[in-house]
């Protein structure tokens, strides 16, 4: 099937083999930049970006500044896990109307403030704008600012409307929400530990990160922003190493720590047998004792040894199958694409929301020619790929599934909503399960006849 591309995405696609009619002697794909007028981006907005970033902070009270529209984006579409406290699974809303609109909303604000620092005693508060609240005006950071005066408690605006930018935006807005909590912290004294950066505790997920640095005896200071609080946000200064997981959502705010703090990264990734020991391996050598490096050897090796008869097991129903990937960052792109290698599935559509031109360099060195990699798709061009290259089965999130259900492929949700952990080696056993049962159904026989 040819694939319908407007002439204004043609350099948005590239594939090695040439056969989709675009623009291939651009020298790079085009990326990181906003979605084209009149095409469907699979991309949310900014606001959601920040939302994504900031809403797993345990303790936070969450106040979207707008109409109640924006705030159906709650903690119940997202599965980021807890250890403490659950304040961050409501939601609050200034539900703004006609009336605000023409007159302003900023007294409505101040009162939502007062009203959850009366009611709750909170020590963290974000105000989110939204698309409404740009166009209006009102001015989020004085009110903001007024409410800390005069209660002690920090109450932070997150600059994020609809409009402003696309969702890479609104993760570096809230990047610049957590710097303004951590930054009077900021001169703390060092002691031996990483934060981890953008990983959001999807089923717990963080939890088996942090076991597995505590197996190779790696102390971690913060995360951000999986299971984090304001407390433990705020000792985050005093970490030797950042480890960036979600590359896409976290760099900026890295880099901005190295900078102002004097921590450096290291990106990382915790998605199938070879990226997760190869990333614990790299922390040890990074902030590590000999003992450290060791111990990450010998942990890394046990768990690859106890996978080998499993993968073997699974292999011989997978190999030869062909994935589509649709993902939000580039380091989940890279990693599925690694990972399905391992199962012997070929990737033959890579594309991601907001992956950079690095990571798409290293999509382009880990798939074949035929593989068709695209940045910031709509429904339309996944549609006709996945066809065109006859993929099986589409890895993505909830805006992804439909589409492969009306293709009638398989689909595995790799996104905020899953109920079940995808990283490390335990995840490599819940992927490969979900990918075997999945791919290998009856029913997409029956579907498609
Ligand atoms: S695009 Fe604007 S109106 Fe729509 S959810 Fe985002 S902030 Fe709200």
New binding site residues.
Partial sequence: MEARILDERKAFIVNGKKDIGCNFDAPAIKCDSDSLSGTVSQR?????GARVVLNPITDAFHIVH??I??AS?TWDIRGSLTSGSDLYRNSFSTDLSDKDIVFGGEKKLAAAIEEIIEKHNPKLIFVYS???VGVIGDDVDAVCKQAEKKHGTRVISVK????SGNKSYGYKMACNAILELIEPHKNQAKIKGVNILGDFNLAGEMWIIKNYLREIGIPVVATITGDSSCETLIKAPAAQLNLVQCAGSMTYLAKKMEEEMGIPFVKISFFGVEDTSASLIRIAEAIGSGENIQKAEAFTEMERNKLNSFMDKYKKNLEGKKAAIYVGGGFKAISLIRQFREMGIETVVVGTQTGKKEDYEVMESLVGKDTVILDDANPAELEAFMKQKGADILVGGVKERPLAYKLGIAFCDHNHERKHALAGYEGVINFTEEINLSLNSPVWKMVRG
């Fill in positions: 949310a907005c900014v606001y959601c707008g109409p529209g924006c984006y939204t698309c409404i994020s409307p609809g409009f």
